[in-house]
């Protein structure tokens, strides 16, 4: 639900991470570099086209810079609604209608939203694109938000707030712990906030923040003329509008926490400041920083503890298979966040928090080979599963959105490797000079983990 702003995902198709979405019985197609096709209205919509080879699915997408930073009042939450109002009743076709055609078409329409984005993408075979695509401008710009159906979506959402799972609640709870500002505003409506939320305050958002000139549409698999033509029909007037205010967030360096009982499985989250998705180049060295600390496990079986751990990260998890470290970067249009996400036993909650702590604090010390490391491990991470078309409509409708022409793996692949790893490890040291502003947010069994002034000292 939660769509993170990783260089993996302003980078062109073929560089996301998530699983296939073709069936095994199907040989991979062959994907060569893209032709990309892009164009700019008049109202300020950014339109961008790609042709893939051999792609079996299309998809298109409508993004907006509108994520939750852009709440006010009211309107908190309304993302959170948002989300989970997407398939209901818009002004030209019912909530019934339109997920009865979708799925006799094989095709599906999802909505995902961050804080910076929210994005509406529609997945189907290329031939029915031309009549399923109106089910697409029907969910992300005409949407009646009908108070009856905002209704019968609150328990949902209430239900959401009950599922969120304890990773993503506290990488939540950091950003919160993180800035003093709308960047703090969570991605998930508040349980207080449920009942009160209204068709107007909805619509109220959606007017003030779902305008042309932060809009984006993408897509793979579709010509170009269709996909003009999608965009030409979000707004028909051609004035660009007004510059939109917004409010700046500071970093705070705080603490936030959940707590889940004495002895349950406790989840660690340190952070500082990081880069924008505007400075495509410093986005990179951040990205090859964490990729270089060990971003993830390596599967080495079907099962949960037939992981191996990368390092260096994975070389302070011991002998304990339920410890997990790893790194992580996520980019918003003028600010980040670089860190460090911890698992572990209520046991040994304490002494993994300040592990991470003096990792984050010694970051400067990796080496070039460990750079070396990181960069491979990045265009792989960057290069798997390059058939997922809901992603790669998402990536180009980003690149569209912070002005960056990727068209190619070649392109993104000549970028990481041609950075400098003294560059790297210049930023690496400015990355553990900020150590001690860090904030940190915890689930779990709370009393387990030492307060962040103690992490800071004990760095």
Known sequence: MNKILTVSKILPRGFSTAKSCYAVCYPKPDYGPMEVQRSELMNGIRVAAAKP??????????????????????????????????????????????????????????????????????????????????????????CCFAPWEIDDRKTL?????????????????????????????????????????????????????????????????????????????????????????????????????????????????????????????????????AAACGVGNVSMGQHAMDNTPQPPLGMMVGADPYTEYRAFNISYSNTGIFGLLAKAHAGLASSVAVAAAEFLANVGDLTFKQIDIGKKRLIMNMTLNEDNCILSSESLALQLANNVHLDNCGISIGLIDSTSNDDICCLAKKIAAMSPCMAVAVVGDVGAVPHDRFLVCGT
């Open 53 to 142: 080879g051999g792609s079996y699915m299309a998809a298109c997408t409508i993004m907006f810079q509108a994520g939750s930073r852009y709440e006010i009042d009211d309107q908190i939450g309304a993302n959170h609604f948002l989300r989970a109002t997407a398939s209901c009743t818009g002004c030209a076709y019912t909530a019934y209608a339109k997920n009865r055609h979708l799925q006799q078409q094989g095709a599906s329409l999802t909505c995902s939203s961050d804080r910076q984005t929210i994005s509406f993408t529609l997945r189907c075979p290329p031939t029915c694109y031309p009549d399923l695509k109106y089910y697409l401008l029907d969910a992300a710009t005409r």
């Open 157 to 289: 959402i209430k239900e959401d707030l009950q599922r969120i799972p304890p990773e993503q609640r506290v990488m939540d709870l950091l950003q919160q712990a993180m800035w003093a500002g709308p960047l703090s505003n969570s991605i998930f409506c508040v349980e207080e906030r449920i009942d009160a939320m209204t068709d107007d305050a909805l619509n109220c958002f959606v007017k003030t923040n779902f305008r042309t000139d932060v809009c984006t549409v993408a897509s793979i698999g579709v010509p170009f003329e269709e996909t003009l033509k999608l965009a030409e029909k979000i707004e028909s007037r051609r004035e660009r509008p007004s510059p939109r205010c917004e409010m700046i967030s500071c970093a705070r360096g705080g603490f936030e926490f959940h707590d889940l009982g004495r002895c349950s499985d406790t989840w660690i989250a340190l952070g500082i400041t990081g880069c924008g998705t505007c400075d495509i180049s410093t986005l990179i060295k951040y990205s090859i920083i």
